[in-house]
Each structure stands twice: as C-alpha cells, then as structure tokens.
C-alpha cells in the first residue's frame, strides 16, 4: 500500500502551485520510455522562488525529492516514485546569449539540441555533437551527456542550483567535476541554469560538424519507438551495443519491450512495456555478456522508484 505524505504537506506545496502539484501523477507521461508508476506528488515549478519552497517544504519532513529533468536516460519503477518529483516548468526555458558571444546561460529545462542548434546558427562551437541527444540541459549536466568525441563537462563554465534547503548557490571549477557520464555534485542539489563557454568558428565548419553528428546519430538509432537512449556504458576500449549483439540478443523481447535490432546498447518499448519488461532485457545482456567476455555492462540509464 502507498504510504501517504507527512500530514499538510501536500497542502504546502499547493499553495502557491496549485494544479502543478499533482498527487498520483503517472510518470509514464512524463518519461521518454513512456513507462513509469505514480508519483505520489509530482510537482512543475515554474520559478526558482516556487522551487525553493517545494524543497524548504519537504527539508524538515525527511521525505525524498527525485528530480525527474526532461525524462529521458530513466527507467521509472512500476510501482512509481515514493516521495516528490520535481519536474522543471517552462520558467526554467529561458536562454541568455553573452554579448561577446563567447557563451550562454540556458536555463535546466532548455532542451539540450535546440541549444545546440541555436549555438551552431551564431557560428559558436562546443555543443555541435549534441544534436539528437534528447533531454534538458539539466539533465545532460547530470549526465555529463556526451557523443562523437564531445561531451557537456568540456564546455560548462559554471552551475546555477539550489540546494537540498533551498539555498541558492553557484558551482564552478575546481569545484565542479566530472566523469564519464556523471557529475560530482552535491547530494540534494537541484540545478536550474548552467553557463557554457563556446568559442567563435566559421558557422559552415560548425554547421558541417553538426550535420556529421546528425548523419550517424540518424544510421546508428532507432527512431519511431519510445526509448531511454543508451541503456549501457560503454566499457574501456570497447562498445556496449558491439558486445550486446556479439551474444546475439538483438531483437530479443521481454513483454513489450525490445533489444533495438538497428542498435543492440537500445531498448524500445513497442507500446505498453512495463518497466520489469525492461528490466529483464537489461538483465539478460548483463549475463550473456558477461559470461561471454568477462566485461559486466555498467548501466548508463538511471533506475529508479519502486520495482
């Protein structure tokens, strides 16, 4: 059974969000897999000021927010998201070009190829590899997204966020790192803008590198059917979709999801996959590739709530 919210804290929320506090919320709406159970609060601020008092709110409570970004590279549980969800309105949408053009501030709900497009159209380099890479510019952040020998960690100048209070701080290096697919950043911390220092090239060399991008991204991934991206991490010196395929579980199904037979590191949901579904695919890859190479496939999509 569903454990309810700390008594009032709904009512909290609701106060200055009204309709976008949304109890029960299925989170298969909101995920590019269109799989995922409820949420037992989901919640799309559409300020720093109305962020901030949904995590002032739930702070003394001990119950646990997830931010969700834009849904993509997550496979959300069946038995949904206990807690809040955070989802990021249209408030955190805005982007903001320097005036040297040497850079932009985007805020975390901009979605990351329309930037990358926007950057490639001003004759400004660094975000080119990113075209077809879905999702929100916060969760690339998170994700340290990367494709074609780029990745976002090379072009971040600094990190607008909130704390898991509510404090409003700023991250920069040294103290903002990176690793393959992930960034170091503090337990709690909400992102809401991110400042990416580009630099100034010929527009049709940028536009050329952007088109190349587009042109393997378009070869290499299936299309039509909903997905999480890459399912595995690429392990050293080799390719999870090389590896998956090599144990010849292209085309494998569970329930209604699938190994992509165009990309094996793919799953696609051929419609009403459940998450076990998928879970069971993923499952299986690890196996067999283990078994056959001694390499144990690291996922890169992130799972979560209850299974």
């Given at each position: 059974m569903r454990a309810a919210l700390p008594a009032g804290?709904?009512?909290?929320i609701r106060?200055?969000?009204g309709s976008r506090?949304?109890?029960?919320?299925?989170?298969?709406?909101?995920?590019?897999f269109?799989?995922?159970?409820?949420?037992d609060l989901l919640v799309l601020p559409a300020t720093t000021d109305e962020l901030a008092h949904v995590l002032r709110a739930a702070a003394p409570t001990g119950v646990r927010v997830t931010?969700?970004?834009g849904g993509s590279n997550v496979l959300v549980g069946d038995g949904g998201i206990r807690g809040i969800v955070v989802k990021l309105g249209r408030g955190f949408a805005a982007v903001e070009w320097r005036a040297d053009g040497t850079g932009v501030r985007a805020g975390a709900a901009v979605q990351l190829g329309r930037l990358a497009r926007a950057a490639v159209a001003r004759g400004l380099a660094g975000l080119e590899y990113a075209e077809g890479i879905p999702g929100t510019v916060g969760g690339a952040l998170f994700m340290n997204a990367g494709a074609y020998g780029g990745d976002i960690a090379a072009a971040v100048d600094a990190v607008e966020g909130l704390e898991a209070d509510g404090t409003s701080r700023s991250l920069a290096p040294p103290g903002l790192t990176?690793?393959?697919?992930?960034?170091?950043?503090?337990?709690?911390f909400v992102v809401t803008a991110v400042h990416f220092r580009l630099r100034p090239e010929a527009q049709p060399a940028v536009a050329a590198r952007m088109a190349d991008a587009r042109t393997r991204r378009v070869a290499a991934q299936p299309h039509g059917r909903a997905n999480a991206g890459s399912i595995f991490k690429n392990p050293n010196g080799d390719h999870a979709g090389r590896l998956i395929e090599a144990v010849g579980l292209k085309g494998l199904r569970a329930g209604r999801a699938r190994i992509s037979e165009q990309h094996a590191n793919f799953i696609v949901n051929e419609g009403g996959a459940r998450a076990v579904?998928?879970?069971?695919?993923?499952?299986?890859?690890?196996?067999?590739?283990?078994?056959?190479?001694?390499v144990w496939l690291e996922p890169e999509v992130q799972l979560v709530g209850s299974w």
């Open positions: 804290l709904v009512e909290a106060a200055p969000l506090a949304r109890p029960g919320e299925p989170l298969a709406r909101h995920t590019s269109r799989i995922g159970g409820p949420a931010l969700l970004g990176f690793r393959y697919r992930r960034a170091e950043l503090p337990r709690g579904d998928v879970k069971t695919l993923m499952d299986q890859a690890q196996r067999a590739v283990w078994e056959r190479s001694g």
